[in-house]
């Protein structure tokens, strides 16, 4: 069965930090394309960040020079460092893993910006 778990969320000050966990199932991981999404209120579901297997990285443009992705192939994990916190990175982050055509979703953790 493949999974796909995130840990990590919670409330968070402006100019604060927080890091996001994700482990996927052995089975997908190796040969998928890795990455987090998120959904503000009201919003659609936006890209965060994506990681290949070979380690390249893409940002979405609202996070670029805040988040950091990194990917570690011993534990079948990502993670999402993401540092300068604003109230507008206030969403519900999903992590993803891309394999061909099908994409594994994870539950989804919720990140608050608030003082």
């Known amino acids: 069965q493949v999974q796909v778990v995130e840990s990590g969320g919670g409330l968070v000050q402006p100019g604060g930090s927080l890091r996001l966990s994700c482990a996927a199932s052995?089975?997908?991981?190796?040969?998928?394309?890795m990455g987090w999404y998120r959904q503000g209120p009201g919003k659609e579901r936006e890209l965060v960040a994506i990681i290949t297997s070979s380690g390249s990285t893409t940002y979405g443009d609202s996070v670029k020079g805040r988040f950091i992705i990194s990917r570690d192939n011993a534990k079948n994990a990502i993670d999402l460092q993401m540092n300068s916190l604003k109230p507008e990175d206030t969403a519900v982050y999903y992590c993803?893993?891309?394999?061909?055509?099908?994409?594994?979703w994870g539950q989804g953790t919720q990140v608050t910006v608030s003082s």
């Open positions: 993803s893993a891309q394999l061909k055509s099908s994409t594994y």
């Open positions: 052995r089975i997908i991981f190796r040969l998928s394309v």
